[in-house]
C-alpha cells in the first residue's frame, strides 16, 4: 500500500522560503510514477503545483513557476517542495501525490496533508 | 490558462441520483477524472479515464463523456456521499487542472 507524508514548518513570515519534504513508503519514487504537490487554501479548491520523475521531466503551474523547485530524493525515497517569497496567498493545505501520468493523468494515492500559513 | 467549470452545489435526496458536471473547451480531446473530498480529509479518486472506477469505489459511482462536457453520477446516493467533488484534466499546455469543486448535499 502506497502511503505519502508530508513534513515541514506551519508558519512563515511573509518573503520566507516555504519548503516541504514528502516520505513515501510501499513504493520505490524511482519506479514509473511522477511526484508533485497540490494545495488547497482554506475553504478554496485545489491548485495543483507541480510534479516531476526521477530522470524525468518535470512539470509545473506556469502561474508559480517563477518560485518553485520540486525535487526527486530516490536514495531516501521522498520528494520536496521549495516556493520561494511566500505571501499570505501561500497559505493553504500542502499535499502530495501520486500522478500516474499515462493516457488518463490522474492522481492515485494522497498525502494527508499538512496546514502552511504565512503570516 | 485553462479552465474547468463545475457548478458551486447540488442538491440530492437519499436514493436520488445525483449528477455532477464538468466542462471546459475541447475536454473532449481529454481524459477526465472526479475526486471526492470530505471535510478534513485528503481527496479520494473515484473515477479516471472518464469512466473507470478505481478498486474499492462504490459501483454507484460512475462518469461518462459528450462533447466537452465530462459527468459524475452518483446513483442511489447515500448520506456518505455527502462531500465536495473535483474533476480533473491535463491540458498539454496547462498541464494538471483543477475544476473549482461541486459541493453535493445530500438532503
Known amino acids: 500500500q502506497v502511503q505519502l507524508q508530508e513534513s515541514g514548518p506551519g508558519l512563515l513570515k511573509p518573503s520566507e522560503t516555504l519548503s516541504l519534504t514528502c516520505n513515501v513508503s510501499?513504493?520505490?519514487?524511482?519506479?514509473?510514477?511522477?511526484w508533485g504537490w497540490i494545495r488547497q487554501p482554506p475553504g478554496k479548491g485545489l491548485e495543483w503545483i507541480g510534479s516531476?520523475?526521477?530522470?524525468?521531466?518535470?512539470y509545473y503551474n506556469a502561474s508559480l513557476r517563477s518560485r518553485v523547485t520540486i525535487s526527486v530524493d530516490t536514495p531516501n525515497n521522498r520528494i520536496s517542495l521549495r516556493l520561494s517569497s511566500v505571501t499570505a496567498a501561500d497559505t493553504a493545505v500542502y499535499f502530495c501525490?501520486?500522478?500516474?501520468?499515462?493516457?488518463?493523468?490522474?492522481?492515485?494515492?494522497w498525502g494527508q496533508g499538512t496546514l502552511v500559513t504565512v503570516s | 490558462s485553462y479552465e474547468l467549470t463545475q457548478p458551486p452545489s447540488v442538491s440530492v435526496s437519499p436514493g436520488q441520483t445525483a449528477s455532477i458536471t464538468c466542462s471546459g473547451d475541447?475536454?473532449?480531446?481529454?481524459?477526465a477524472c472526479w475526486y471526492q473530498q470530505k471535510p478534513g480529509q485528503s481527496p479520494v479518486l473515484v473515477i479516471y479515464?472518464?469512466?473507470q472506477r478505481p478498486s474499492g469505489i462504490p459501483e454507484r459511482f460512475s462518469g461518462s463523456s459528450s462533447g466537452n462536457t465530462a459527468t459524475l453520477t452518483i446513483s442511489g446516493t447515500q448520506a456518505m456521499d455527502e462531500a465536495d467533488y473535483y474533476c480533473?484534466?491535463?491540458?498539454?499546455?496547462?498541464?494538471?487542472?483543477f475544476g473549482g469543486g461541486t459541493k453535493l448535499t445530500v438532503l
Open positions: 501525490a501520486s500522478l500516474r501520468l499515462a493516457a488518463a493523468a490522474r492522481f492515485d494515492y
Open positions: 510501499g513504493f520505490s519514487i524511482s519506479s514509473g510514477y511522477y
Open positions: 516531476s520523475r526521477h530522470r524525468g521531466t518535470t
Open positions: 475541447k475536454l473532449g480531446d481529454m481524459y
Open positions: 479515464q472518464d469512466n
Open positions: 480533473q484534466a491535463w491540458d498539454d499546455t496547462t498541464r494538471a487542472v
